[in-house]
């Protein structure tokens, strides 16, 4: 049997739906295996417009090379991306800036699929065999969603969920066009094996790729 490595990262993902029919998927990350800190810390934006064309906005073109790796892109775009996180709480909103695509996110209050993932030890819901256990309820409560799967490049990959907070509201905008208010990520995404939430949502996550050592 073959080597695999195990990369792990630790972050927020922020799914929304826009009355025009663009969803977008937000990927905060704190720690990375791109670095230490702060070095390792970097966000990107997968975009699927209503005509089904996938695109990546990536800061780098390592980040672009590696998540267009594990996800399929119909077009990787390396943009300058930036991002204003204040505390996660009740009224906080996140503003992004990433090449054509201009959001900002109004986080609400954790729901209570939030509450009930906090009660989990935080060892034990970021560990994949947690994420294995807990797929085939995912599957059956939340449309889309999967904590579990095959990724590109004979790679596999676990989310584990230690929060969710909804987001209330959304300005979004494509090339200077208002993408229009807030609505569910219908249909769900199709970058990988699983989509975010349907309902608008700010996740806090730790994703683990598991990959055939080179």
Same mark, same amino acid.
Do not use: C, N
């Given at each position: 049997?073959?080597?695999? #490595? ?5 972050? *927020?993902? /922020? ?22 800190? *702060? @070095?390792? +810390?970097?966000?990107? *934006?997968?975009?699927? #417009? @209503? ?6 906005? @990536? ?22 991306? &930036? ?8 009224? *906080? ?16 209050? #954790? ?10 030890? =935080?060892?034990? +819901?970021? /560990? ?9 309820? @995912?599957? &059956?409560?939340? &449309? ?7 990724? =590109? ?7 584990? /969920? ?7 509201? +959304? ?44």
């Amino acid at each position: 049997m073959s080597a695999r #490595r195990r990369e792990r990262f630790e972050g *927020a993902i /922020a799914g929304v739906g826009t009355a025009e029919g663009t969803r977008v998927v937000l990927g905060h990350w704190r720690r990375s295996p791109f670095g230490e800190g *702060a @070095a390792g +810390a970097f966000t990107d *934006a997968m975009v699927e #417009r @209503a005509d089904g064309h996938r695109v990546l906005l @990536a800061p780098t073109d390592e980040v672009g090379e590696y998540v267009s790796g594990v996800y399929r892109f119909d077009e990787v775009r390396v943009v300058d991306v &930036r991002l204003r996180t204040p505390p996660v709480r009740p009224g *906080a909103v996140w503003e992004v800036e990433a090449g054509p695509l201009r959001l900002r996110l109004a986080v609400g209050r #954790r729901t209570p699929l939030g509450a009930l993932l906090r009660l989990v030890p =935080g060892p034990v +819901a970021s /560990a994949p065999a947690w994420a294995t256990a807990v797929d085939p309820v @995912a599957r &059956r409560v939340l &449309r889309g969603v999967s904590t579990r799967g095959s990724a =590109g490049g004979g790679r596999r990959e676990w989310y584990g /969920a230690r929060d969710v907070r909804a987001l209330v509201g +959304a300005t979004t905008s494509w090339d200077g066009r208002d993408l229009g208010p807030l609505v569910p990520v219908e249909p769900p995404v199709r970058f990988g094996f699983g989509s975010t939430p349907p309902a608008p949502s700010l996740v806090r996550v730790v994703s683990t790729v598991e990959a055939p050592d080179a």
